[in-house]
Nanobody, 122 residues
Framework: VQLQASGGGLVQAGGSLGLSCAAS????????MGWFRQAPGKAREFVAAISRGSSSTYYADSVKGRFTISRDNAKNTIFLQMNNLKPEDTAVYYC????????????????WGQGTLVTVSS
C-alpha cells in the first residue's frame, strides 16, 4: 500500500491542525494504521494507532487528550486531529500501515508515507 500524508503547516501554540493520509494500491481496511513523528535531531516516535475497524485506538502519553486518530476505510484515508498544539509537537509526521495488530513499534509497520512537516510556534 502506498501512503501520502498531507495537512502539515505552521500553527501557533494552542492552535489546531488536521493531518490526512491517503492510501492507494490496496485498501487500508486490511491494515492497522499509525502516526509517528520525528523532530530534528531526535528519533522517530510513536504518536497514535488505530485498529482495522476503528474499535481500538492508542496514543502516546504526550499527545493523549489532545490528538485524535480516526480512519475512513471507504475513502481509504486516515486522519490525525491535533488540538492544543505545543512547540514540542514540532516534527515531521508520518503515517504507516501494519499487517499486524496496532502497535507502537515502528519496525512492525510495513509501509510508510513521505511525511508532512508540522511547525508549532511559541
Amino acid at each position: 500500500v502506498q501512503l501520502q500524508a498531507s495537512g502539515g503547516g505552521l500553527v501557533q501554540a494552542g492552535g489546531s491542525l488536521g493531518l490526512s493520509c491517503a492510501a492507494s494500491g490496496r485498501t487500508i481496511s486490511a491494515y492497522a494504521m499509525g502516526w509517528f513523528r520525528q523532530a530534528p535531531g531526535k528519533a522517530r516516535e510513536f504518536v497514535a494507532a488505530i485498529s482495522r475497524g476503528s474499535s481500538s485506538t492508542y496514543y502516546a502519553d504526550s499527545v493523549k487528550g489532545r490528538f485524535t486518530i480516526s480512519r475512513d476505510n471507504a475513502k481509504n484515508t486516515i486522519f490525525l486531529q491535533m488540538n492544543n498544539l505545543k512547540p514540542e509537537d514540532t516534527a515531521v509526521y508520518y503515517c504507516a500501515a501494519s499487517k499486524l495488530l496496532p502497535t507502537t513499534t515502528a519496525t512492525l509497520y510495513d509501509s510508510w508515507g513521505q511525511g508532512t512537516l508540522v511547525t508549532v510556534s511559541s
